[in-house]
Nanobody, 124 residues
Framework: QVQLVESGGGSVQAGGSLRLSCAVS????????LGWFRQVPGKEREVVAT????????YYADSVKGRFTISRDNAKNTAYLQMNSLNPEDTAMYYC?????????????????WGPGTQVTVSS
């Protein structure tokens, strides 16, 4: 059974940083897409950052480029999202999700395994 569990969310002032973690278990595919998505109530879910585990491909939303960094620790089966220079527009529920190949990095289509989410709140 695939399980993804996020952690690391919280409240921070504008300009601050947070690091989100996503612990992945039960994924049997040798290569897959994994990433971070976020959603604000009343708005569509959007891609934040994703990567393909079988290569070096990564994707960042324009709104987070230069501020957020996605990474992974294969030994720990954990993915991370380092978020710097946070601003109030980054406030959202952040989700970790995985998709088996063929998979896309630029949208949430095909991502069938999702974590419960972790809330990030940035105050001005």
């Amino acid at each position: 059974q695939v399980q993804l569990v996020e952690s690391g969310g919280g409240s921070v002032q504008a300009g601050g940083s947070l690091r989100l973690s996503c612990a992945v278990s039960g994924y049997t595919y040798s290569a897959y897409c994994l990433g971070w998505f976020r959603q604000v109530p009343g708005k569509e879910r959007e891609v934040v950052a994703t990567f393909y585990s079988g290569g070096r491909s990564t994707y960042y939303a324009d709104s987070v480029k230069g501020r957020f960094t996605i990474s992974r620790d294969n030994a720990k089966n954990t993915a991370y999202l380092q978020m710097n220079s946070l601003n109030p527009e980054d406030t959202a529920m952040y989700y970790c999700a995985a998709a088996s190949p063929p998979c896309t990095l630029v949208k949430s289509d095909g991502y069938k395994d999702w974590g419960p989410g972790t809330q990030v709140t940035v105050s001005s």
